[in-house]
């Protein structure tokens, strides 16, 4: 007896129609209207951009002020000041005149208007970058240890970011179609046959169930938070050589409160591949995950729930036959340590680098402080590779030592707050954009987190936890864009006003928390966090961390020794 056919979730159905990724994106271009369609708002995604309406701005009686949200793809984070300048020069001119680093390595601007939307991909391109792939239902960019070092290891890693990159790309040529074009229609990029007989040899025409994320780390530097990804690669080394990758799938940190299907979910060990293995291998990886992932609802659409139902043997077997041979067991190395590449850094080539920190991640020039024109001032005066880290801060590399001086007085004549000013639980915090040009933020988050922050400073200080290193993470909503739920502290918003207060994370990004206290209004989140810190503090075991503390005693007993503890 024939069985039903699933029934598809209605993306699936728009993907399926869209001509590889084409829709009708370009006849929409072409309408002086100011926003999209909901089925070419899905395709644009893959094309690197977002349609959102200021939420601030609703209420006023003349609707939705429509606006995109522009991403760029760009593999471990690693640009000329030149390209950075660029995007600089973007958020000015067709942007809302400030700029966003993520916490995947890349620049996000805000504001544009769908006129000039086309202007400015053809513009990001003209610069030597893309925003294909930067969102969507695709590998999305690949993160990779941003520090640049002279050792033959990093190298190795940052060249396989890239190269995975490139092989993971979606093929369809709708991208150049339709904004690498002249007025006339003409294109600006040789073409060869019809594009819309393209078949993506790796996506097909429905791309993947849903999103795809990637990373390249090391054992002794988690930076990029290797366990919260599709896939993670943690390099082996010994003596200056890679051995090759401890793969590790799963991960990702999504979840639906309505939905007690969705939950965080911490990537698994599954196999040690060599380094002539390795982008075989996450084509087979991604391959399984295209054709066993949920189409049918999207909420249980990413791998992570693909290899929890099967298990990591089964899921392993699988990809073992799409690759063809079998694959050896990991090695037992595995996450130690984190270093956010903040301050300072010798390069081992006579050359340092410097790690800004960037509170949120949000570049903007006002009557206190001029970030952007500081960065432009350290670009033109000494054109240094950036590099982008997985935390919302970037890199100025290759400074030589007598200019060391110089470049941070730039800073501080543009009032720049030098990484050496931050307090260390600012330092570590991070917060996703929120409110008020995301559609799915429930709650503040990027603007509130600074204000949090100034709350517990002084408690912090009076506890002699000052210097400390935890993370303190914060979310508008439960899907996680700034990983909240592997962090040791993270503010999650539920509801109005309210906030879901996690707790007992690491570090290094390998153990999940739990909701310590749910519906915390604003006004309270401080003063909870002043008591398992207080807690912390009376209780803990010499070399213990924060998250350590709260993951060994428990929600109940955390919560009892947070009222017993004396409060700064």
Known sequence: ???????????????????????????????????????????????????QDDRDSRGGGS??????MLRCRIPGGILSSDQFIAHLDLCDTLGNATMK?????????????????????????????????????????????????????????QQL?????????????????LWMTDESGEKTLVGGARESDVVEPLYGATYLPRKF???????????????????????????????????????????????????????QRMAFVTPDQVIDVCKAILMVQRDHGNREDRKVARMKYLVENWGIEKFRSMVEEYYGSPLADCTPDDVHGFDDHIGWQDQGDGLWSYGLNVENGRLYDNDQRQLKAGLRAVCARFNSEIRLTSHQSMIFCDIRPED???????????????????????????????????GLAITESERALP???????????????????????????????????????????????????????????????????DLVPHETIAQEIIGVLAAYKANRVDGETLGGFCDRVGRDQLEALADAAPKP
């Open 101 to 157: 680093l993520t916490t995947r390595q890349t620049i996000q601007l805000h504001g544009i208007l769908k006129s000039d939307l086309k202007a400015t991909i053809a513009r990001i391109n003209q610069i030597g970058l893309s925003t294909l792939a930067a969102c969507g239902d695709v590998n999305r960019n690949v993160m990779c240890c941003p520090a640049k070092r002279n050792d033959p290891v990093r190298k190795q890693m």
């Open 451 to 517: 204000g949090i922050i100034d709350d517990l400073e002084g408690p912090i200080a009076k506890l002699g936890l000052q210097r400390d290193q935890f993370t303190l993470r914060m979310t508008g909503c439960p899907n996680g864009c700034a990983r909240p739920y592997n962090s040791d502290l993270a503010i999650v918003g539920k509801a109005k006003g309210k906030y879901t207060l996690f707790v007992g994370g690491a570090l290094l990004g390998n153990r999940l928390n739990y909701i310590y206290k």
């Open 213 to 267: 994320k990637m990373a390249v780390g090391l054992p002794e530097d988690n930076c990029v938070d290797l366990y919260t990804n599709d896939i993670g690669l943690l390099t082996i080394h010994r003596d200056g050589e890679v051995l090759g990758y401890n793969v590790i799938v799963g991960g990702g940190m999504g979840t639906t409160p309505s939905a007690q299907k969705t939950h965080p979910l911490l990537a």
């Open 404 to 438: 060391r001086d110089e470049l941070l007085q730039i800073l501080r004549d543009h009032q720049v707050p030098l990484s050496e000013d931050f307090s260390e639980i600012r330092r570590w915090s991070m917060a996703c954009v929120a409110l008020p040009t995301c």
């Open 1 to 51: 007896m024939a069985t039903d056919a699933p029934k598809l979730s209605p993306v699936e159905s728009i993907k399926q129609a869209s001509e590889h990724l084409r829709g009708t994106i370009g006849q929409e271009l072409q309408d002086p209207v100011d926003h999209f369609d909901k089925d070419n708002i899905q395709l644009l995604k893959f094309h690197g951009t977002y349609q």
């Open 63 to 68: 609707g939705k002020t429509y606006s995109m």
């Open 161 to 177: 970011c890239y190269d995975i990159a490139i092989a993971l790309a979606p093929q369809t040529k709708a991208y150049h179609e």
